[in-house]
């Protein structure tokens, strides 16, 4: 992707019962915000597995975006306590392999909270645009080209996909 | 307790009292007030309603002025200057258009505006930062029985407040009180002075005068207390004319620092309390 | 690709315009292009409505003679239309889950302005369902039981009707109030706009008809602790609080009220605003539901200090009624469904200091004026000044504190019409000069503007303008003693000063101060202004997010009498047909485990909300039961073996969701 | 009696100087007035109006840009925000006056003569040039350009003054003055003086 026309693309993953209502009601009460957003919508920001969120920046993602009740309002009692959790962790993974943990965000909102999933999406979308794109298939494709030479020079059994990889982080 | 002290050309000229009693008070109760060197004009509301952009080139050069004397709010007794430099603080914080510009200005004159002094009034300092209990600590001659109407004038808690309600404003209230004044009921006391139009359009200016006046004697005052050098020269100046008009309310109006000074034993020379119009008659009988 | 069974994947992609909503912003032609070009899709099309029965029809006839197995609509929210869809394709012969839907409404062209990346984004969720769909499988949904018995929380005038449908129609309810009496603020007016009837004379018989229903359990002076459960099943503890009266020992006739060491009532009497004084044991009000007086412990001098004469208990004699020992009580009950109608609270004029309320004593709100023309008021019904004298000349100050971006911002949609009945009122009664401040008269609905008419023709003073303060101060002899409103008079251009003997401020309604709470304990969502949100304003304006719950009145939003009933009416409607279609299909959403490669961990028991996972110690390894998992993905995103899978939410299907969004650039 | 017509013609209006205003920053509110008159009301000066606070702002939010240059509530406001304080809206009405009145200066739409015009102008002039305000001499200029009359009947006031010890007639001016002179110079070569 050239350079120049490059738009961030973040994908969200947004609880039914409160942020992927609250997006409704944005669209509802006509809000506009970036359209580099795409929506993906679970029962609970507790199924967001750590391993969606690599695998969205694997496949091209510059962010991601979990939405949530708020504490206290999770429509099954304290699903987004874990969300919030595991969302640490993989802050710090996601540090440890060099990407800015600006890059993925967690937010609760309501579902009365339309104006918020404005504000949120276009501060996102904004920051993201500074840190530019993270191009992982890029990287990752240059990372394998480099350990699948060294892989042969040294003899060694062909190296599997990083993004496969990134899945042994979260489950080893 | 250490402030930058903006005095404003009113402290100066026509408000020398609110100086000559603010000064002695707040060094009474240990409260440092440093004056800015080589301070300018505000600009006051008329340079804010027609040039905004130099009125905030003005009250910038104020700000970096009491920056390079390190840290520390700024004090400003009058309600104009008050007013009038937290607005340039807040347009620059809020327009980068008009930051650009002053930025340009300082430049200028190699100073630097960091935005990050406070600009309080002294009414705010003492409620909150001396507190009511150190102020009945240094009252020697408790102002007993004395009915006093507290008038805050517009510009003190208007548009933005950060220490008192904007329309029922009761700091003053409380510092007097701590006086051993009796506060009469006031609702008139953010209702605005006329500020400069007495002097305009004094048909329209004085009327605004007379009612505050009335008002103030309706409800049983036997002294206006003000914070703001003009609200207590439009208060105070206009006696005679406004007896012309729509006959004598004579009530005097001093400063709350001079109730102070009085309260904590001062004398009344040393705290301008000599230079009203309409003499403060029941105060100079106190001291 | 191919499917699980082999056959190959014929998927149907659907795009609606619906009407300019979509179509306006995407260009659904490209998108239809776009999406015939991807794997599996054998048929693409766009098409004006696909919700209406043509739309629908083409769905099935599309699955019948394409043979799909596989359909994607793209158009509105899931939350909206998924069900018709799924009933399109169920109809058409397939699973009613080989079906995926994409929001290109909400999330696109409602949100976005630029065609192009409004299209773009349209063509990549239509690229992540399609990829999706392909994971589907055929599912079957379960059906849970719904326990008939229906819980109504709050006895106002909503309360009570939904209560009342719900007995009539042979239902179990239980109809717990906060108050030691039901009735809410209905009962505390004196005559109902717009036709003038007499309050009591309509609440006071469905009040006693509560009480005498043999279908109702009433608990007053009680409030909701605790909600357990879900739909059709949920365990509820009411917090009884101690009244220190039998209920049902007292009948209600006050004798120990007369024999109270108080001599004279001494205590602000809420019924009335505080405009009369009560003793310690009091009747809440003459009509009171139950017709049982309660005793204030924090004013009673025996339940204080327990050194009291207790002249009361001497007085109910061999009745027994009165219990100082009575103590709190928590009680469960299980229901199927609850109505929420808890109500609003008045604005706090306080909050406006130059409106004077709290500084001048004949500065009133309606609620005040209301009870001092109230023949069941502190005065018999005659409008009284503080004085004692009859006021000349009033004033109404509308929207005192709605509409405003500082207190309230929505508009309470009754203060018009509640002003204009006072004003009708006080005309009719009183002679006195009324004076209507107002910044638009809404008067709509019903019998509204005839309404509006009627005060005009009393001759009600209307004078167009924001009341911008009340003060005392004086500035001629006429305005001498008197309440004097500063405003600008917008439609003769010219700002004036109205003498006046009283003032009445227009409080607007506000969300109860307990309404998150409340929320919280029912699992309801709130508006931004603390309304209880229901689950569509338009389609489900009754139900709630949470199955199973409904709402009626004010507690959603500002509304008057009529409204209020009819929607308390639709409400029972709601949860009689929940508990006469016997039972709930249920999402076929479960989690559930693979066994094989379970390797007893545990991690996953204590995550489950529902203990719906248990633990086998002989095999080692975890199960979970479908009939209590909810379908949350706890479980599913913390099984470290990855044993664990969703249905409709498969690992796999959320995969191919993420890289379909990411693939269209 | 004479008649004139009252109507206005859409070529009346100056198209875009209502949204020219709203861009201002603190008039963003404009757009959203209900025309509660709460403005008029509240504002101590109202009574002396031409037109209200209230029909200003219907005014330059309908495009009528000379009636609203030209009227005098934009000259009678004190500055005491409580109309600001006040507006349901929250709408910055003290800065819209504020916006007509530099629009007004720089247009040159006020009566000649008009004292609350010469005292902005005398006052700016004596900041720009000296960096303070000496009160009696602003007042005596006041006085001598816009209305020698009232000069005269001031002249107890200048005595009063002088009992009292407040007179000043040495022009306060600070070290530097020339400084800030170029200082506020700079804003006006670019133009950006905030003014619309």
Redesign the interface.
Known sequence: ?PENNWQP?I?AFFC???T??A??L???S????A?NI???????S???????VL??LA???DGVLIGGCHP??C?????NF?TLR?YQMLRRVLGAMGISEERIRLEWI????G?RV?MVINDLVERIRILGPLDLPGRLAACDAELGASAQALRLPQYRQPAADLREVI?G | MKYHYFPGCSLKGLGRAYEESLLPVMERLGVELHEIEDWNCCGATVYMATDQGNACVLGARNMALAEKNGAGDIVAPCNACYLTLNKAKHCLAESSAIRRNVERAMAEAHLTYSGNLAVRHPLDVLVHDVGLEAIRREVVRPLTKLKVAPYYGCQAVRPQCTFD?Q??PTSMDQVLTALGATVVDY??KTRCCGGSLTGTVPEAGLRLTY?LLQ?AL?RGAEVIATICPLCQFNLDGYHDQIARRWGAVRIPVVYLTQLMGVAFGMAPDALGLKRNFLPAEPLLAMS | MKVKDDQPLRIGFYVCHCGHNIAGVVDCAAVAQYAATLEGVVLSRDYKYMCSSPGQELIREDIRDHNLNRVVVASC????HEHTFRTAVAAGGLNPFLFQMV?I????A?????KA??T??AK??AA?AIRRVARHRPLETTRAPIHPDVLVVGGGISGIHAALTLANAGKKVYLVERDPSIGGHMAQFDKTFPTLDCAACILTPKMSAVRAHKNIVLWTYSEVAKVEGYVGNYTVTVRRKARYVQEELCVGCQECVEACVFKEPKFPDRFNVGLSRRKPIYMPFPQAVPQAVVIDPERCIELKTGKCKKTCLEACADRHAIDFQQKEELVQIHVGSMIVATGYELFDPRRL??Y?YG?YPDVLTTLECERLISSSGPTGGELRLHSGQAPTAVGFVL?AGS????TNRWCSRTCCMHSMKLAQIIRERTGAEVTLFY??IRAPGKGGEEFYDRALAQGVKFV??????V???P?SPAEQGKLIV?????LA???RRIPLDMVVLAVGMEPQANAQEVR?IM?M????EGWF?EKH?KMAPVST??DGVFIAGCCQGPKDIPDSIAQAGAAAAEALALIDAGGIDQEP?TAYISEEDCSGCKSCVD?C?YKAIAFDPVKEKASINAALC?????C???C?S?SIG?NL?E?QE??E???G??AH? | MKLTQKIKYDADRTVGFGESVARLPGCEGLPSC??????????PM??YMDL?P??VIGLVRADFKKEALSCNTIWLCSSCYACTV?C???IGITEIMYALKQRAIREHTFPAGFPIAILAREFTRMVTRKGRITETLLVMKLFLRANWRAALASWWLGLGLIRTGRFVLRQEQIQGHRELATMLAQTKETGEGGAP
């Not at chain 3, 409404?105 to 696109?108: A, F, G, I, L």
Request: hydrophobic share 30%.
């Open positions: 992707m693309r994908v039914s019962w409160c992927y209502t997006a409704d944005a669209g509802v006509r809000l506009k915000y359209p795409r929506i993906i919508r679970l029962m609970c507790g199924r967001v597995d750590p391993q969606f695998e969205a496949r091209g993602a206290g309002d429509h099954y009692a304290e699903g874990k595991r309501s579902a009365s909270e104006e404005r489950h | 309600d329309w029922n609702p008139l009612i008002e309706r | 929210s899931p939350l909206l929001n409404r909400e999330h696109d409602w949100v976005h302005t630029d990346a409004a773009d984004k990549a969720l992540a200091p130059h004077g500084r929207c509409r405003d971006y500082k910044i638009d167009r303008g924001r009341v911008a303060e003060s005392d101060c500035l500063r405003v600008e008079d917008t251009g010219m700002v919280r699992n969502s709130c508006s931004a949100l304003p997010f949470t959403n995550l909300p909810k379908g949350c993905g706890v599913v995103a913390a470290p990855g969703q939410f690992d959320v995969f969701e993420i890289e969004v990411l650039a | 209900i025309q509660c008159g709460t403005c008029s009301g509240t504002c109202s009574i209200s209230r029909q006040q349901p809206r929250e």
